[in-house]
T-cell receptor, first 116, second 112 residues
Framework: DGGITQSPKYLFRKEGQNVTLSCEQNLNHDAMYWYRQDPGQGLRLIYYSQIVNDFQKGDIAEGYSVSREKKESFPLTVTSAQKNPTAFYLC???????????????FGPGTRLTVL | GDSVTQMEGPVTLSEEAFLTINCTYTATGYPSLFWYVQYPGEGLQLLLK?????DKGSNKGFEATYRKETTSFHLEKGSVQVSDSAVYFCALKSGGSYIPTFGRGTSLIVHP
């Protein structure tokens, strides 16, 4: 079955620590995304990547970092510079806009990060 | 820029009631329109989509029609079930763009 996996499902972090959230997809999608969701809020884009070894900042990139060394993987690191990291993090992927202009996104199950 | 406006929730209904969740948009050109559903503690799933004016997307009893003249894409279901309780997101994607625009989501609560 093709899909997106995120791990871990729950993550606890002490203040001052960096943590890395995993996102893997086997859909052969070029584009991948990270969103943050706070209670009762919509989705806010953190970073996105259109192709391997390339990524761009979204609306709330401060305090986060990403890498895209493989097509299948797009890990997100929440650094100690992120002042309020407690949230639900969603990874998504899609076909490139050029191949299918009106394509939807596929989402992973999410990681809930809590700062202790 | 592009934007999506959804009705605020929560929307609270009894089982078998008729559902409408309003969604209007502003966009350049002719975007594709989507409804996603998010069940508690899970990621978003595509519910339905429409790619051009007057298209009707449908899935699991839900329907939405792409109305260009009113820039709307309202979600409807004739008879809701308790299992439909979730948050529903309206979204659009302009042609050639990698980044969709999401509404803030509307929570639906269905009571038995």
């Amino acid at each position: 079955d093709g899909g997106i996996t995120q791990s871990p499902k729950y993550l606890f972090r002490k203040e001052g620590q960096n943590v890395t959230l995993s996102c893997e997809q086997n859909l052969n999608h070029d584009a991948m995304y990270w969103y943050r969701q706070d209670p009762g809020q919509g989705l806010r884009l953190i970073y996105y990547s259109q192709i391997v070894n390339d990524f761009q900042k979204g609306d709330i990139a401060e305090g986060y970092s990403v890498s895209r060394e493989k097509k299948e993987s797009f890990p997100l690191t929440v650094t100690s510079a992120q002042k309020n990291p407690t949230a639900f993090y969603l990874c998504a992927s899609s076909m490139p806009a050029g191949q299918q202009p009106y394509n939807e996104q596929f989402f992973g199950p999410g990681t809930r990060l809590t700062v202790l | 820029g592009d934007s999506v406006t959804q009705m605020e929730g929560p929307v609270t209904l009894s089982e078998e009631a008729f559902l409408t969740i309003n969604c209007t948009y502003t966009a350049t050109g002719y975007p594709s329109l989507f409804w996603y559903v998010q069940y508690p503690g899970e990621g978003l799933q595509l519910l339905l989509k429409a790619t051009k004016a007057d298209d009707k997307g449908s899935n699991k009893g839900f329907e939405a029609t792409y109305r260009k003249e009113t820039t709307s894409f309202h979600l409807e279901k004739g008879s809701v079930q308790v299992s439909d309780s979730a948050v529903y997101f309206c979204a659009l994607k302009s042609g050639g763009s990698y980044i969709p625009t999401f509404g803030r989501g509307t929570s639906l609560i269905v009571h038995p």
